[in-house]
């Protein structure tokens, strides 16, 4: 047994267990195909998405219900209610979604909504564009009937207040710092889609917009092919295209892992990673394959697959 494939082995025991007893206590059907995974430790939000596709929803769908998850908990710094604020204390969110069609839908710096995954599928199915941004986006929200939310919470608010009082900003983010969600849904019908969503770098210019938004950085499909997310230094992402990148190296003969791999490296090379930054990126093929890998150990992800959810370790280049 290789080395790595122990170690997800061990990782994934207690959860696994608990949850197939969960499972299967409720007597629970799962659909053999369905496949879910998503960035970092989004335990519930991807078991949400896994329950969906298990029940035959299809796979938009389940992206953008599962990481509402993680949008809606006041405990994840990095994406939605809760975000960590730009430099001048407002939280601005940013969102993409993809389906098996090749559409597209995205939201940048948008405050006081909630749900931008749920709005960027909105854009996608309802307008005539790909992407809105700032006011624009936050309009069409609430003519579509979503309600406004102060996204800054009393313990962010506080968290920003400390980091006023010596304003250092660094455009790091290290492996402890974020937790970004991308997800990747198989469908019943064999149909990958995908969403990411995040509040992005905390205490960022205002008016900066990551990687997470923009399709073919943050997130990319080809149906034919698989799908990738990325998560970590949006900069950094955005500069090589990352995760049009795993989907070409997928095309290209690469499985998930190894496609992973090659993107990671692409960045690692042209960095002397003095300052140390994380990126990763998760990928999906077509057989419903998955891998992942990324610069800086650490980063986990969720798989949902055949009724269980597991964490899974992934490989770092250093
Ligand atoms: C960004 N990629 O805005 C995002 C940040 C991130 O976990 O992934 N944080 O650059």
């Known amino acids: 047994m290789k080395r790595r494939n122990f170690i997800f082995d061990i990782f994934s025991i207690s959860l696994m267990s608990s949850l197939s007893t969960r499972l299967k206590a409720k007597n629970f059907n799962f659909t053999p195909m369905v496949r879910s995974i998503s960035t970092w430790k989004t335990t519930e939000a991807n078991l949400k998405a896994g329950l969906l596709l298990d029940k035959g929803i299809d796979g938009l769908t389940a992206a953008v219900e599962g990481v509402a998850v993680e949008e809606e908990n006041p ?72 309600k406004q939310t102060d996204l800054l919470t009393e313990k962010s608010k506080e968290d920003w207040k400390k980091w006023l009082e010596s304003e250092q900003y660094k455009p790091i983010i290290n492996i402890e710092n974020h937790d970004t969600i991308g997800m990747l849904c198989l469908d019943k019908n064999k149909n990958i889609s995908g969403a990411c969503t995040t509040s992005g770098l905390a205490y960022k210019m205002r008016g900066r917009v990551g990687d997470s938004p923009i399709i073919g950085s943050g997130l990319f499909i080809d149906n034919k092919v698989g799908g990738a997310v990325a998560t970590g230094l949006g900069e950094e992402v955005l500069k090589t295209v990352g995760s049009f990148l795993v989907v070409e190296l997928m ?68």
């Open 75 to 146: 405990k994840n710094t990095t994406v939605g209610f809760g975000g960590a604020p730009d430099r001048t204390g407002k939280v601005t969110l940013d969102a993409c979604v993809m389906n098996h069609l090749g559409d597209c839908g995205a939201v940048v710096a948008v405050e006081n909504i909630v749900n931008v995954a749920r709005l960027a599928k909105d854009v996608m199915e309802k307008t005539p564009h790909v992407m809105l941004a700032g006011k624009g986006a936050h309009d069409f929200a609430i003519s579509e009937g979503y």
């Open 251 to 318: 095309r290209q003969g690469k499985s998930p892992h190894e496609a992973c791999e090659a993107a990671v490296k692409r960045i690692v090379s042209s960095n002397s990673q003095e300052n140390k930054f994380q990126v990763a990126y998760i990928a999906m093929n077509k057989d419903g394959d998955v891998g992942s890998y990324s610069i800086e150990p650490g980063f986990t992800y969720m798989d949902y697959f055949k009724g269980e959810n597991k964490e899974k370790i992934t490989e770092s280049a250093f």
